[in-house]
């Protein structure tokens, strides 16, 4: 079997599992609890917030525990934007971003905000000149995604960090989702307000994630109960996956930048076949360093992007695709669509989502069944 589907989850880290079935066997005491089990528990929830806090070079008294990136976004955006809506009721994002991020704006529209969603060029990045016109004196957040989970586009985040810097009354909201482990970004030394993460696109467990807010900002709590996160998040916490994620990000941090030159040699690797069948259009931009490390995206013009999907995994490999299919009818990418994309290429979308354990022996292997299934099926293109 050959995984390439890393953005949408990782297999667990070996550490990982032992350190996650070790907690749940030995530490299940309530953390809320004022007895010795209870006591043992939170212990490890703080050394688990001082692990990730050292690892990210942030302050761990500014991290919330979550249930995973949904509910970071989710806690981040709507967090923020009752909290503030005194001070304005206009947000900013862009066309692209994650599920998490896009319905949750829609739904904020349905509440009374105003949104403006930024488009973006045929490589998928956002303009600063953009975001700065559409900045007004009801602005009160911008939240912009790192990496696109879809296609792979790398957004100027320090830029737009040190754009919005200059108005005080607006946060800015980072989805790290799939970037934190892969390149680097520093909340800290670039003024991001607040950042989501989740522990399964890391090698972590499922079911948790967390979310970075600077210190100075309140948020609007999502779920009413016991006050546990500083009140931001109530609810037990889930010690044995919130120690597995800390365990997670330690490993893929200590490892970043040894695995991010070996991905990119993977990704250029992989790109150069790609455009060279000529069936195949590879999206996003050309500059390999515009790229996310991990992701490779192109369409099969005029093929549905599920039947590749099928026919590949037929062949032990399986890859993924971001066209959403709802009653058995193939709807186009949001994501390719905001970027310019045929309907066509909008509905053939396939992305390749690699790890730091691919070798180049991986890599042609992918190719060349990917090469068979092209020569298979290009005579059934509408």
Same mark, same amino acid.
């Given at each position: ?6 953005? %949408? ?7 990982? =599992?032992? /350190? ?14 004022? &007895?010795?089990?209870?006591? $043992? ?5 703080? =050394? !688990? @917030?001082?692990?990730? !806090? ?21 806690? !981040? ?15 900013? =994002? ?23 969603? #930024? ?8 303009? *600063?000149? $953009?975001?700065?016109?559409?900045? /007004?004196?009801? /602005? ?19 830029? *737009? ?15 790290? *989702?799939?970037?934190?482990? @892969? ?10 307000? #607040? ?40 609810? /037990?916490?889930?010690?044995?996956? *919130? ?11 200590? @490892? ?5 030159? &070996? ?8 790109? $150069? ?13 050309? $500059? ?35 066209? !959403? ?12 669509? %905001?970027?310019? %994309? ?15 354990? &691919? ?8 190719? =060349? ?8 099926? @290009?005579?059934?293109?509408?």
């Amino acid at each position: 079997m050959y995984y390439f589907d890393h953005s %949408a989850t990782t297999p667990p880290f070996p550490e990982v =599992t032992e /350190t996650v079935s070790e907690v749940m066997k030995n530490y299940y005491g309530n953390p809320s609890s004022l &007895h010795q089990l209870g006591i $043992d528990a939170e212990n490890l929830i703080r =050394t !688990a @917030k001082h692990v990730m !806090a050292e690892s990210l070079n942030i302050d761990s008294e500014q991290l919330i525990f979550t249930s995973g990136g949904t509910e970071s976004n989710n806690l !981040a955006i709507k967090g923020i934007a009752f909290q503030y809506q005194n001070r304005g009721k206009h947000l900013i =994002t862009t066309e692209i971003e994650h599920a998490s991020v896009y319905e949750s704006f829609k739904q904020l529209e349905k509440l009374g905000f105003k949104v403006t969603y #930024l488009p973006v060029d045929h490589t998928g990045q956002v303009s *600063i000149y $953009d975001l700065q016109q559409a900045i /007004t004196d009801e /602005t009160i957040l911008v939240s912009v995604m790192h990496v696109n989970n879809e296609v792979g586009t790398i957004q100027p985040i320090e830029e *737009i960090a040190n754009l919005l810097f200059k108005y005080k009354r607006i946060f800015f909201h980072v989805d790290a *989702i799939q970037s934190i482990g @892969k390149i680097s970004i520093f909340p800290k030394q670039w003024n991001i307000d #607040l950042v989501s993460i989740s522990a399964h696109k890391l090698n972590g467990p499922k079911g948790v994630g967390v979310l970075y807010y600077r210190d100075g900002i309140k948020l609007f709590p999502l779920l009413s109960g016991g006050g546990q996160e500083g009140g931001y998040r109530s609810g /037990t916490e889930n010690v044995p996956q *919130i120690v597995g994620m800390a365990k997670a990000v330690r490993i893929s941090m200590d @490892k970043q930048k040894k695995n991010e030159d &070996h991905l990119y040699q993977l990704r250029k690797r992989t790109t $150069d076949f790609i455009i060279q069948i000529p069936e195949l259009k590879l999206n996003g931009s050309n $500059d390999l360093y515009q790229m996310a490390p991990h992701i490779v995206h192109f369409s099969f013009t005029g093929m549905k992007s599920e039947v590749i999907i099928h026919a590949l995994e037929k062949k032990g490999i399986y890859v993924s695709t971001r066209s !959403a299919c709802a009653s058995g009818e193939s709807k186009p990418s949001r994501v390719l669509e %905001a970027m310019g %994309a045929s309907r066509s290429n909008a509905n053939s979308g396939i992305r390749i989502s690699m790890s730091a354990d &691919h070798s180049n022996n991986d890599i042609d292997m992918l190719c =060349t069944q990917l090469e068979q299934v092209v020569q298979e099926y @290009k005579g059934f293109r509408k």
